[in-house]
Every structure is written in C-alpha cells, then in structure tokens.
C-alpha cells in the first residue's frame, strides 16, 4: 500500500548533474521526513541527506556543497540534486520515509527500491 517510486538515476560524466525524484503519496509525504541514503556493494548504506516536514536539513559531509535536498508539497515528492558529481558517488540510492521529526536521528518506516546512479568517464 505504500510506495515510495523513485526515477531520475543513470550514468553520468565525472563534473555532470543528476536529479533524482521520490513520488510518494499525500498522507506519507505530510507526516515523515524524507531522506535519501546511498549504498554501495561491500558498503553500509549510508545517508546522504534528509529533509524534514518543517525543511530542516541535513547533509553528509561528502556532498555538502554539490547536492541539494528538497521537497514539493504539491507534488508529494522529494528530490535530490546532484552536481558535480564524481566517481565515488558511484552507488544505489534510496529514498526513505523516515519516521523521525528530527534530523539528528533516523527510524526508517519505508525504503524506496533504489535508483543507480553511475559516475564514470
């Protein structure tokens, strides 16, 4: 009954942008915050940035400054922009309904399926 559809992953240049999208429905968009996380094979999954209802942000310290959190209450959507992208972001990121209000904690209610995102020459 929940979904979480995400879109917006592929391969892309070293330097290049990516946008990636999380469409969830009306009444999971308005109570949880959103975050993306980011796994690669061998590696935890580890967040990458997440956004509260009331747009409290938080990132990782490996892409403050090149990727951008936000979300459209219209839409019921969350997007991840992702700029200047490099080799090592190479991985399946997910979306997540998180259960926690505060961006100092994380208590995952839902995953998305993951979305590659492959940066390479």
């Known amino acids: 009954q929940v979904e979480l559809v995400e879109s917006g992953g592929g391969l892309v240049q070293p330097g290049g942008s990516l946008r990636l999208s999380c469409a969830t429905s009306?009444?999971?968009?308005?109570?949880?915050?959103m975050d993306w996380f980011r796994q690669t094979p061998g590696k935890q999954r580890e967040l990458v940035a997440k956004i509260t209802t009331d747009y409290k942000l938080r990132y990782a310290d490996f892409v403050k400054g090149r990727f951008t959190i936000s979300r459209d209450n219209t839409k019921n959507s969350v997007y991840l922009q992702m700029d200047r992208l490099k080799p090592e972001d190479t991985a399946v990121y997910y979306c997540?309904?998180?259960?926690?209000?505060?961006?100092?904690?994380?208590?995952?209610?839902?995953w998305g399926q993951g979305t590659q995102v492959t940066v390479s020459s």
């Open positions: 009306r009444s999971i968009f308005s109570r949880y915050t």
């Open positions: 997540a309904a998180d259960r926690s209000l505060y961006v100092q904690s994380t208590n995952i209610a839902f």
